[in-house]
């Protein structure tokens, strides 16, 4: 949901989401826009790209297309910012909320098996909320997730996407000093 308003703030030169299917051509006219930006001095771009904008188009198909295509004039570097986020080992820290996540889940197990019936309110989810630990059952947060994306329609913001390669141009006296 972000990606498109971070591509607008962040000055991206093309980005791919969910929201609107991408296709070759669009694809191509974004290579197109960066090389002549290139070609014109502006030695920087950034293309964003969700991981479920496209079934077919996966992040190694837009690297390849890209870096085949710009040869020679940039260099395509790709990172997953989820891949980056993950971290690496645990640390001592991290081993002791998850143990104390673990008890919780345990002790959360032990009370709802010893429950006569069962309901949605029994299907829960571990997490942090302030500084608590607490468990939110799998209904409410269905009922929020679909309070915070409603719909396809309602994204207000993806009219703003026209405007990305414009946003991502630099202002007419940069680009002068550039070419000196």
């Keep these: 949901l972000s990606s498109g308003i ?5 000055g991206a030169d093309a980005v791919y989401i969910p929201e609107q299917p991408v296709g070759i051509d669009e694809l191509q006219a974004d290579v197109s826009r960066v090389i002549d930006k290139m070609e014109r ?4 771009g950034i293309i964003m790209r969700n991981e479920a904008s496209s079934p ?11 870096a085949e295509e710009g040869a020679g004039k940039f260099i395509v570097r790709s990172n997953i910012l989820g891949h980056i986020q ?3 080992s645990p640390s001592p820290f991290d081993r002791c909320v998850a143990t104390q996540f673990a008890c919780k889940v345990y002790r959360n197990l032990e009370k709802t098996l010893g429950k006569e019936s069962y309901g949605p309110e029994d299907v829960v989810v571990v997490g942090v909320i302030g500084s608590n630990t607490c ?3 799998i209904c409410e947060l269905e009922m ?14 993806l009219k703003l996407k026209p405007l990305i390669p414009i946003l991502s141009l630099p202002p007419p006296a940069e680009e002068k000093e550039m070419k000196d």
């Design 144 to 157: 929020d997730a679909k309070r915070r994306v409603p719909g396809h329609a309602s994204l207000s913001w």
């Design 56 to 66: 077919h188009y996966k992040n190694d198909f837009v690297t390849a297309l890209y």
């Design 6 to 10: 971070n591509a607008e703030y962040g």
């Design 135 to 137: 468990f939110t059952p």
């Design 86 to 88: 993950q971290g690496y």
């Design 41 to 44: 001095g502006v030695h920087r």
